[in-house]
Nanobody
Framework: QLQLVESGGGLVQPGGSLRLSCAASGFTSDFNVIGWFRQAPGKEREGVSCISSSDDSRYYVDSVKGRFTISRDNAKNTVYLQMNSLKPEDTAVYYC?????????????????????WGQGTQVTVSS
């Protein structure tokens, strides 16, 4: 079955950058959408961005538009999340997730229930 492994988290100062990676292995062709989510302490898991393998469409939550960029390297079965101009409110555990369905069939790409496989998460802390 598909396995997802996140990496690239860490401690960064406000205004800094990080690049998260989500490496997929297993039945990678069965999944159409890879999403990035985050969960801060005491808060619900929030969809940050997603990318479709069928048409390369990309979506972002409003709070990260213009700062985060999602991309993928098909040869490496890896999806990246480039995070620039980081703010303390970006502090969270970041997860990648894979969905069988297409974005067109989703009610809301940012809802965790739309996704079928999850990685273990990587901590991002933005603090001076």
């Amino acid at each position: 079955q598909l396995q997802l492994v996140e990496s690239g988290g860490g401690l960064v100062q406000p205004g800094g950058s990080l690049r998260l990676s989500c490496a997929a292995s297993g039945f990678t062709s069965d999944f159409n959408v890879i999403g990035w989510f985050r969960q801060a302490p005491g808060k619900e898991r929030e969809g940050v961005s997603c990318i479709s393998s069928s048409d390369d469409s990309r979506y972002y939550v409003d709070s990260v538009k213009g700062r985060f960029t999602i991309s993928r390297d098909n040869a490496k079965n890896t999806v990246y999340l480039q995070m620039n101009s980081l703010k303390p409110e970006d502090t969270a555990v970041y997860y990648c997730a894979a969905a069988w369905g297409s974005i067109a069939t989703m009610r809301d790409w940012g809802e965790p229930y739309e996704y079928n496989r999850w990685g273990q998460g990587t901590q991002v802390t933005v603090s001076s």
